[in-house]
């Protein structure tokens, strides 16, 4: 401690020094991490263990699965089932679907895929053609530091909060990222060989991580900036507070997922969440302290920001379009992640189901909109290739440059297949169809092939056959959550997706519908000398949005759902198969019988009766 002192004192910290041209983002990183270090370097705490390694000894780390990293979600769902259910064999219906098949394994009755509606199960322990059996998939959870770029961190597949509280595990994330900070700030190497994929410029790219922390946790409390800030050093002083060390069982080196998982439940359980509960009263009573600093208190712009009862405003003429209380208070923000925080801590969640649900996958729910247009584009698009001679090849932009009709069409719904995919691509492969790695790894854009906006069964197509059926599968999830709430059946009302119309999908725009929404049912109310306080009626938010955006829609079945089937591609089998099931088949006439007559030894058979040798030549031939 006393040679970090020393260096900190002299200015000798390396990359945490302070330079000329840093920014205030920069100043605020560095104050944070500078914050961390002095807890751990003075706090024995077994819950910080963890956070030592990363920040003092990272070489310790090699391997290890860092905090708040994304599970395999495929893995958890499985685990998850067969907790509930014991023993179970899994299997997959025609359309790859999983489900599976409890106590001996084998089926003893027939069902319907819940996802595509086919036949799936069997009789007397003989499963049905087409229903497989397959291996329960490993969990494929990586360690090290694997969100990868910042910038799609505000993506839906970069939000797995592991059944944490969303606000608690930012602040966990936070605390991980300024670990990681200081420890590259003493062992660059070390810390670089965590992160995966690599990167350049570890400094660059941990300092954006923890401003995107920041940010988020900025929309989830519905704070200022600063007030985050404040909030964030408040936590951190609570590192310092004494837990009782034999209640834990924590590996430091947090060598498996498992490990990995205790820890961050026991600091967003027992630290954070405590804490978050009285964050209002904390962040007064820090406002308090700042106001009353003497550095302080004679600058006017930070006493009219930290609640100045704005006595000044008598200096100023009537007449002013400044002369308002309003124009110097600093109102909160509203964010509906911050909504999700006032529910949470009002422990509103068993009282407010309906809409406790919708925010919780909001983000993906905003998506369902796009859904009519991505079937209309792949629609056009099986009918231009259905029939194609040649095989496809091309990247997109090389479709849309050889459009010469309707090619601002082509482009305006790419771009929202595009924009929609990238930002559920997880979710898709996690909950939908198994789609290789090799296509769903990254996302897509306009120099991508083709191939991936052609809705199939295999290949890259597998994408886009995978996007329709999870919006179908977000549609009908709220569908039934409202059946539930509402009471009424809603199994009556179905649209299959080859009818699909604007009008029978759930449609909202965050910013025209929600959000105004939300604010027509705030109430504030305003004391002298203190910030506006702000109280949602959120029964009548969950009725409105009720009301407004999730009742009177359809369950979307999956009939008709755009699939592309070349022609050096069909199967005539399975197509005189479902031929054969749909026309009638009369029996077979009786073939009259022979008419042969003896002559001596001989059989003759009549002429009308005989296949003449010509018939038989070849067509090729003739």
């Not at 405590?274 to 003497?294: E, F, R, W, Y």
Request: aromatic share 6%; hydrophobic share 35%; with cysteine.
């Amino acid at each position: 401690m006393r040679n970090f002192a020393s260096a900190l004192i002299n200015n000798e910290l390396g990359a945490l020094s302070i330079q000329s041209g840093q920014t205030p983002a920069d100043n605020i990183v560095i104050e944070l991490v500078i914050h961390l270090a002095v807890i751990l370097l003075t706090t024995n705490n077994v819950l910080l263990l963890p956070l030592k390694q990363l920040g003092l000894q990272p070489d310790n780390m090699q391997g290890a699965f860092i905090p708040t990293m994304p599970d395999d979600m495929v893995a958890v769902a499985q685990a998850a089932i067969q907790q509930d259910y014991g023993h179970l064999t899994w299997y997959v219906c025609r359309n790859n679907h999983p489900c599976f098949v409890d106590e001996c394994g084998l089926p003893m009755e027939r069902g319907k895929c819940l996802e595509c509606g086919e036949e799936v199960g069997g009789e007397r322990h003989k499963a049905l053609q087409g229903f497989t059996p397959v291996q329960l998939q490993q969990d494929h959870t990586r360690p090290g530091h694997i969100l990868g770029d910042p910038e799609r961190r505000n993506d839906p597949d970069a939000l797995d909060i592991k059944n944490m509280s969303l606000t608690p595990f930012m602040l966990v994330r936070l605390v991980t990222h300024l670990a990681m900070l200081l420890g590259a700030s003493e062992n660059c190497d070390s810390v670089q060989k965590i992160i995966h994929p690599p990167v350049e410029d570890i400094y660059l790219f941990l300092s954006q991580h923890i401003m995107k922390d920041l940010d988020q946790l900025t929309q989830a409390l519905a704070k200022g900036a600063d007030d985050t800030v404040t909030t964030a050093h408040l936590i951190l002083r609570s590192l310092q507070e004494p837990v009782q060390d034999d209640q834990y069982n924590i590996d430091a080196n947090l060598p498996t997922k498992a490990s990995r998982n205790t820890w961050e439940t026991a600091v967003a359980t027992d630290i954070m969440t405590p804490k978050l509960k009285t964050v209002d009263q904390l962040l007064q009573g820090a406002k308090g302290h700042i106001t009353n600093d003497s550095r302080v208190s004679s600058n006017f712009i930070l006493r009219t920001t930290l609640g100045d009862d704005c006595k000044f405003l008598t200096s100023l003429q009537q007449t002013s379009e400044v002369h308002s209380s309003a124009v110097w208070s600093c109102r909160q923000r509203l964010s509906l992640l911050s909504l999700t925080h006032i529910i949470e801590y009002s422990e509103q969640k068993e009282e407010l189901p309906l809409l406790w649900k919708f925010l919780q996958k909001e983000k993906e729910y905003r998506q369902i909109m796009f859904l009519p247009d991505i079937v209309t584009l792949q629609n056009f698009l099986v009918k231009k290739y259905q029939n194609a001679s040649e095989k496809i090849v091309g990247s997109i932009s090389e479709f849309l440059e050889n459009q010469k009709e309707r090619r601002t069409w082509y482009e305006k719904q790419i771009k929202t297949f595009l924009k929609t995919w990238n930002l559920l691509r997880v979710h898709v492969t996690t909950n939908e169809l198994k789609i290789p790695e090799e296509f769903c790894g990254n996302d897509l854009d306009m120099n991508s092939d083709l191939q991936y906006l052609l809705p199939r069964r295999q290949g890259p197509g597998l994408c886009a056959t995978g996007l329709v059926s999870y919006l179908v599968t977000l549609q009908n999830e709220l569908v039934y959550a409202v059946e539930r709430h509402t009471g009424e059946d809603s199994s009556s009302y179905k649209v299959a997706i080859a009818d699909l119309m604007e009008q029978h999908v759930i449609c909202y725009d965050v910013e025209k519908d929600l959000l105004p929404l939300v604010l027509s049912n705030c109430q504030y109310s305003l004391e002298r000398g203190r910030e506006t306080i702000s109280e949602y009626d959120l029964p009548r938010i969950q009725q409105q949005i009720l009301t407004r955006f999730l009742q009177g829609k359809p369950l979307i079945t999956r009939n008709g759902i755009p699939t592309l089937i070349n022609t050096q591609e069909k199967d005539y089998v399975s197509i005189f198969k479902a031929i054969k099931g749909k026309v009638p088949q009369p029996p077979p006439a009786a073939r009259p019988p022979e008419h042969r007559i003896q002559t001596g030894d001989q059989e003759v058979v009549p002429s009308r009766y005989r296949v003449h040798e010509e018939s038989r030549t070849p067509y090729s031939e003739a």
